[in-house]
């Protein structure tokens, strides 16, 4: 049927292919806004330790934990002791060791 109509079948596909690229200008605009997002809450969260928390951050790390991003932070503090704090690190606020345990804990 498009044989007939090539210039139909030309139309058809720019149109799809415009709309696959703006679709996908999109999808990369909200990945790296949220790059960005989490880039400045790691920092805000990182200088909030440092007023709160006595010690050195040892390593961090980012995963996915119940659907949420969780940015977990070991801090050694000046005796040598390690301490973990947790952070949602899209609104920067600390999550509550139980709320991961009874996350983890569900079917």
């Known amino acids: 049927m498009l044989k007939n109509k090539p210039g139909i079948f030309l139309i058809v596909t720019t149109a799809a292919l415009i ?3 703006l679709w996908l200008y999109k999808e990369i605009g909200h990945i790296e806004s949220t790059r960005l997002h989490r880039a400045s809450m790691k920092t805000t969260i990182h200088e909030q330790i440092k007023d ?16 949420r991003a969780v940015y977990t932070l070991n801090i050694k503090d000046d005796n040598g002791a390690m301490r973990t704090l947790q952070y949602d690190i899209d609104n920067g606020l600390p999550i509550d060791a139980d709320w991961i345990a009874r996350c983890m804990r569900k079917p």
């Open 19 to 21: 709309f696959v690229g």
């Open 52 to 67: 709160q928390e006595p010690g050195t951050i040892v390593s961090s790390k980012l995963e996915s934990r119940c659907g």
